[in-house]
Structure formats: C-alpha cells, structure tokens
C-alpha cells in the first residue's frame, strides 16, 4: 500500500473502531448508569422506578435487625433529615456499623423497602463517600441526635 | 535530627535535578560536551539524596519515631517490621517520596545503560526525566513533606491501615510504581527525538527495551494488586472497574500499543508519529493516574485522603507535561513522512488493528472512569458507572484484539501470501474452534455461545503462540532458532491466552453463596461440602481474631481444612476479614466470615473459583514474555553493532 492509502486506511479503522465504541458506550451507559438519590428525595418518593439506583447516609443507631440465625437483615439509613429503610441479604463489609457513613446499591421495593444487593461502607473510618457527606451537610441536623434517634422532620421541605 | 536530613536531602536532591535538567539540555543544543556531563553527575548525585531521604523515613518509620507526623499517623509500636517499612510507602506523602526514588533510579540506569546512544540524544533523554523528577520534587516539598514534624510527639501511632498490612501489599506499590515511572523514560525518549528532530527508527530500537521492562513490572504491579483485592479485601472478586484500578490499567494498555508499534517503527520505520504519540499518552495516562488517586476527584476504596492543594498541583503538572509535549509533536510530527509501503495482508496491517483497537479499548476505560465526574459538572446528578458496562464495553475490542493476535503473529513483514498463511493457520483454527466447545462441555458439563467464544479465543492464542517455539525445538541444532525476542512475543501471547482463558471460566462458572453457619453444620457449594468444626479465639501482632475451622469435602473426602479470620486490630479497632483459601491451579475454593448473626452462627461467603489462578498465571508469564524478549542480543553491546550497520 502507498503511504497515502495506509493513511486513509488507518484514519478510516480509528473512525470505525470510534463510531461502534461510542454507539456502544452511549446504549450501554442508559441501562448501566446508576444515580445517587439522596434520602430524603427516596422518602419524598422522587426516585426512579423500576430501576437500581444508590442510596447513602448514615446507618440509624438500633436499627439495625436481624433473626437470629439469618443472613437476612434491615436497617434504616438517614440523612439527617428523613429516613430509608433498607433490607439486605449477606455479608457486610467489615466496616459497617450502625452510626457509619453507608452506600447501597439496589431498588425500591412495593412496600416502600429499599432492596440493597450491594452494600458498600469505606475502607478508611474518617473517609466518607463525598457525595453522602454532601448529602448530609445539607440537612445540617445534628448528626449524633440523627443517629441515636433516627430523622425528626422529614418533608418539611419538600411538601 | 534524621529527619532533618531526610528533608535536607529532598531539597538537594531538588537543586540536583534541576542541574540535571538545565545543564545536559543546554548542552545538548550548543553542542557542549562538558556540559552534557554534568547531566550523569546530577543523576547520580540525585539519585543519591534520594536515596537518603528515603531511607530516613524509613529509619523513622523503624524507630518508630513519632514526633514525623507521617509515622505517627501510619505507624504503630506493634507492627511488624516488615509492614513498618512497607508503611513507608502505605500513604500519600510516603508513596510519593517512593515514586521519586524510582523516577531517580530509572534515571540513573538510563544514564548508565544506554551506552549506544549518541551522547547529544542521551543528555537530552536525561534533561527530560531530571525536568520530570523536578516537578515531582517540587510536589513533595511544597504540599507534601513527609517530613514533618508532630509536636509534642504521641506515645504510640495512629497504625497502618489494617488492608495494607499483607506481603502482596507490601510490594504491590513499589512493583506498580516502577512500571508508571518507567513509562517516564519512553516519553523522555520521544521528547528527546522531537527535540533534536532526529527521528529516524533509532530511538524506537533504544526506547524498546525500557519500554518493555516498564511495561513487565506495570503487567506484574497490576497482577499483584487484583490477587490482593481477591484475598484481602474479602470479596473474592478479582477486578472491580474501580477508578483506581482503572488508572493504572491505561496505561498498561497504551503501553502495551506502544509495544506493538515501537516494533513497526523499529522494523520497518513506519508508524513513526503514532509511535510518539503513543509514548506520550502511555506517561500522561500514568500522572492521570495519579491525579485521580491523589486529588480525591473520584470515589474509590484505593484513593487517598482528599487535599485539594495535591490535586491542583497534580493538575497543573499534567497541564504542563501534555500541553508541552503535544506542542512539540505538532511542531515536529508534519515533518515525519513515510515512502515504505505495505500490503493489505503484512504484519503491519495487523500492528496497526492492534494498536487502534487498544486505543479504542482504553478510550472506554477512560469514558467510564470520568464519566461521573463529567455527568456531575454538567448536570449535577451523581451517578456511578458499574462494572456491568465496563465488562461489556471492554469485550468489544478485546475480542477482535484475540482473534487477530493470533493471525498476526503468523503473518510477514511488508506482505504475506494468503494461501501459505492459511496453510499456516487453518489446522489451529479448526483445533481452536473443537477446543471451544470441548472444554466447557467436558469439563464443566456446560456450553454457551459466550464460552465457545471464550475457550475458543483462549485455545487459538495458546495454540498459534505455541507454533513458533515449537517448530524452532524441532529444527535441528546448527539451523537458525528462533530469537529471542521472537520467544518473548510468543511466550506473552501465551500468558494472554492463559488470562483469556482463566477468565472464561471463572467468570462462568464460579459459584458465590452467603450462607449462615455454624459449628458441627455442613453447607455443601458447587458439588463441595464445607464443614464448620469450630469457632475460637486467635491472637497476631497487633489484633485479635476469632477463627473458625473448616473442613472441605469432595464425595465424603476429607481434600482440606482451612482457617478463615475476622480480625479486629487493636488501634484502630477496625475489623478486617481473612479469607481461608484453598488454593489450586485447577480451582480455589474461598471461605470469608461474615459477621456474627447470633450465639454462634456466622454469615459466610463461600466461593467456587475455577481456573481464577489462570488469570494471575497469565499475567505472570506475560512478564516472563517481556523478559525473555529485552534479553535479545540485539538490544545488548548495540554500540558495535549500530557502527557496523552505519
């Protein structure tokens, strides 16, 4: 081949090769892309349906509940403001713990249980996901209350 | 005091490196001798305080001297000595001074090594790594010192994160490290070309071998972190599409291009402004890498603690490093044309595939991995990519890539006949194919479009790699063999196609369960009884664990027992999960305690991983590949042999 048509040759590959990669990538992206919605917009019944989405906040203190026995569990995640509650079934990393920063993965269910089929807690204890710490610096409550008690005012702001 | 000296020697190490920039480059360009010396000087005199400073923090770290902030904030009394220099490089601050020492050290073997290189061409390659260090240097000292000082000193540590107390990730940063810094040198010797304009395919045949063992350290650096991440963090799983992991993976990938076409452009002289391109991206993918990691721009378990002072450094670097060597190559690159052609059926054809679906490959890594950043300054929405797109994503080149490695590695130079190419390769096509469904059918009990697919890739690289060696143990002694570096390319072609196949397998039939267990109850997985016979207390070092004993079954045979762990360590009473393993090149079977769910029971996850060593074997023996192929004559005593071509 002559330079010029290895050229044409190799620009033509890398716009093929680029046009299915970005077809692809644009079609994949829809079906695998998961938003972050924060508690109380879940609460407030402002997430998408049929669909996994991620949850994240702080684990309520005591609400943690399992049978005994079981694999099974639920918790309640709050942002300080509302609460979620959440149910699981397996092994949880080894940093979670009830008053820790936790992300999950998963779906609402019909009776208004999100079904995590991923949990996530932070390697690092003083880490904590950016985009929960933001979430939670948003409702501004005091954490420690939020924690032990669980969420007072829930919808407040969004009724 | 030390650590006095350990800064002193930083900041030495800073005027050295600017010596080492300034004096060869200049020299370089009016043609003065005595300057260019001056460069090998510095780099040894840098390399030197480095080395000093390095080692004082880790005479810090050994003594546990704690009024260093950074040993006081990732060390501890009770660790062992082999995790207290470990330590060293455990953090940002640490892991830096790491990357450092390693960017001096490979300065220093280039100035040492490349004996056969124009000494204007060597100065320049050594200006260009010393501007590099400089930059690095300047990073450490003004937003980083893992020098100072804590006042009034603690009585102990705030201890190393629990994760990073384990052998493999002990060397995983310093394996990793040596393959990005490496790359360094391939864009030092890229800039160097465009800087003297002498482009022709000589530096391709200098650059190869660095580029080379950049690349077998990176391909070992990245094994080892994904068999960490399978046993210690506890999930069994063995790559994540985690940012973090993605970073370092890119440039693995470009670098692996850069293999490729550094090949055309040393045989045949084509490919020449590609090539520079290539390595230049193979280095701007590694200071990505560390942006990523370092800034806390992106959510990973791997990332650092987040310092927006860091990341803007980083950035601006970058900015300066790319930008610099972009505006270089446009202003050199027009002037690089090729009269050498090549047919539609020749090597370069198949180089040239490779190189443009790697590039396709890594350009779906780098869409997924900033994907969320972008989506989040556009819209403000956060979202996450999963690892669902990325396997898909990732497949889409990878699988023409199989394919045609195997032709390709059959195929000639300039331009191959068909029918003596088919010749060639129809009998492995067929074996392939017949392997493809064999396999899964007859050891697993199993088919699907996917694993035909799969096994089938796996055998047709196994098998074409295997053409070449084989014929050359064949021919009779006294005939020309194969060369080295011809065994090289077939022997990491092979570790390919183990990987390949490693992750067909595992990723079809490995079986993951959570269960509930308890002592004197059996769970049977995958065919496999696993029996708990009991719960008790251990004591380490610096944590204490509760184990439990768990004896597998195969047909009522007692085949192992193992010893998973929870762990809590002491000062920072985290919890950590050791996974009891039975490891096997044909199988792993994998048992991680959970949490406790009541008196007795435990949550546990127990796994059915066959074949998942293949993958770590595949990486390994690719490595192998690259070693076997930098020990070709060609690249040794190369003075003598460039003034007998010249």
């Not at chain 2, 002498?198 to 190869?208: C, E, F, G």
């Not at chain 2, 470009?254 to 193979?282: D, N, P, Q, Y």
Request: aromatic share 10%; net charge neutral; glycine share 10%.
């Amino acid at each position: 081949m002559k330079p010029r048509q290895q050229r044409m040759l190799a620009v033509g590959l890398a716009a093929l090769g680029i046009a299915i990669a970005a077809g692809l990538t644009l079609r994949a992206f829809q079906d695998n892309m998961m938003f972050f919605v924060e508690v109380s917009d879940v609460a407030a019944g402002k997430y998408p349906k049929e669909r996994n989405f991620r949850i994240g906040g702080l684990v309520v203190g005591g609400s943690l509940q399992r049978e005994e026995g079981s694999i099974d569990i639920r918790f309640e995640v709050t942002d300080t403001a509302c609460t979620v509650p959440v149910s699981y079934s397996g092994v949880l990393p080894d940093l979670f713990r009830e008053g820790q920063g936790v992300v999950a993965h998963g779906r609402m269910g019909d009776d208004n249980v999100f079904a995590a089929d991923k949990i996530m807690a932070k390697h690092d204890e003083d880490y904590m996901a950016p985009e929960v710490a933001a979430s939670l610096s948003k409702h501004q409550q005091d954490i420690q209350e939020a924690v032990v008690k669980g969420a007072a005012e829930c919808g407040t702001s969004d009724s | 005091m030390i650590p006095e000296i350990g800064h002193f020697a930083l900041i030495l190490a800073l005027a050295l490196a600017i010596c080492q920039t300034v004096f060869p480059l200049v020299g370089a360009h009016r043609g003065d001798a005595a300057m260019m010396a001056v460069g090998r000087s510095a780099v040894i005199g840098q390399f030197l305080f480095v080395s000093v400073a390095f080692a004082c923090l880790t005479y810090a770290f050994l003594t546990s001297d704690f009024s260093v902030l950074y040993v006081a904030n990732h060390s501890q009394l009770a660790l062992p000595k082999l995790y207290k220099v470990s330590a060293v490089w455990g953090a940002h601050e640490g892991s830096l001074l790491l990357w450092i020492l390693l960017q001096a050290a490979w300065a220093l073997a280039v100035a040492r090594f490349s004996t056969g290189v124009p000494e204007a061409f060597s100065a320049r390659v050594i200006g260009v790594l010393g501007f590099l260090s400089v930059g690095f240097l300047l990073f450490a000292l003004l937003t980083s010192n893992p020098f100072e000082r804590l006042m009034p000193a603690p009585g102990d540590g705030g201890d190393l994160n629990p994760l990073l107390q384990d052998p493999g990730l002990a060397i995983h940063p310093p394996l990793l490290y040596v393959g990005y810094v490496g790359f360094s040198v391939a864009f030092a010797f890229a800039i160097a070309a465009m800087i003297s304009g002498n482009l022709d395919q000589k530096w391709a045949k200098w650059t190869r071998p660095w580029t080379t063992v950049a690349w077998m350290f990176l391909t070992l650096g990245i094994a080892l972190g994904s068999w960490w991440a399978y046993y210690e963090l506890g999930w069994g799983g063995w790559w994540f599409w985690d940012a973090v992991e993605n970073a370092s993976f890119m440039p693995w990938l470009i670098g692996t291009a850069l293999i490729h076409s550094l090949a055309v452009t040393e045989k045949r002289g084509l490919f020449k402004s590609w090539t520079l391109l290539l390595a230049i991206t193979a280095f701007s993918l590694s200071l990505l890498g560390t942006f990523l990691v370092r800034s806390g721009i992106i959510v990973s378990v791997h990332a650092f603690a987040t310092d927006p002072t860091r990341g803007f450094f980083i950035l601006t670097f970058l900015a300066v490093v790319v930008i610099g060597a972009l505006m270089l190559y446009a202003w050199r690159a027009p002037s690089l044309d090729s009269d050498v052609g090549f047919g539609l059926l020749s090597r370069e054809t198949f180089l040239l595939l490779n190189n443009v679906l790697l590039v396709v490959a890594t350009a779906l890594v780098l869409i997924g991995t900033l994907a969320p950043l972008v989506v989040e300054m556009m819209t403000g929405g956060k979202i996450s990519i999963g690892p669902p797109w990325f396997n898909v994503a990732f497949l889409v080149p990878m699988l023409p890539l199989i394919i045609l490695l195997g032709m390709g590695m059959h195929t000639a130079w300039r331009t191959q006949k068909a029918d003596a190419w088919w010749r060639v390769l129809r009998i492995p096509a067929i074996v392939a194919i017949v392997l493809g469904v064999v396999i899964p059918l007859l050891i697993y009990g199993r088919v699907s479009i996917l694993l035909v697919v799969g096994c089938g890739a796996a055998a047709w690289i196994v098998i074409t790699s295997l053409i070449l060696p084989i014929r050359s143990l064949r021919r009779e002694k006294g005939t020309a063999g194969i060369t080295r570096s011809a065994l090289g390319m077939s022997i990491a072609h092979l570790g390919m196609g183990l990987f390949v196949i490693g992750v067909t397998v595992v990723s079809a039939f490995g079986v993951e369960s959570d269960q509930a267990l308890q002592p004197g109850e059996s769970i049977e997985v995958a065919g496999f009884e696993f029996h708990m016979v009991s719960l008790s207390n251990v004591r380490g070092p610096n944590f204490s664990a509760i184990e439990a004993e768990i004896e597998i079954r195969d047909d009522g045979k007692l085949i192992d027992t193992i010893h998973p762990q929870k762990r809590q360590y002491l000062v920072q009473k985290s919890w950590m999960t050791e996974a009891g393993i039975r490891a096997g090149l044909d199988k792993d079977l994998f048992v991680a305690l959970g949490d406790q769910l009541g008196q007795n029971a435990w949550s546990v996850r127990i796994q059915y991983k066959p074949l998942i060593r293949f993958i770590w074997l595949g990486a390994l023996v690719m490595a192998l590949g690259g070693l076997i192929a930098i020990s070709d004559r060609r690249y040794r005593g190369s003075s003598r042999e460039t003034e007998a071509t010249a």
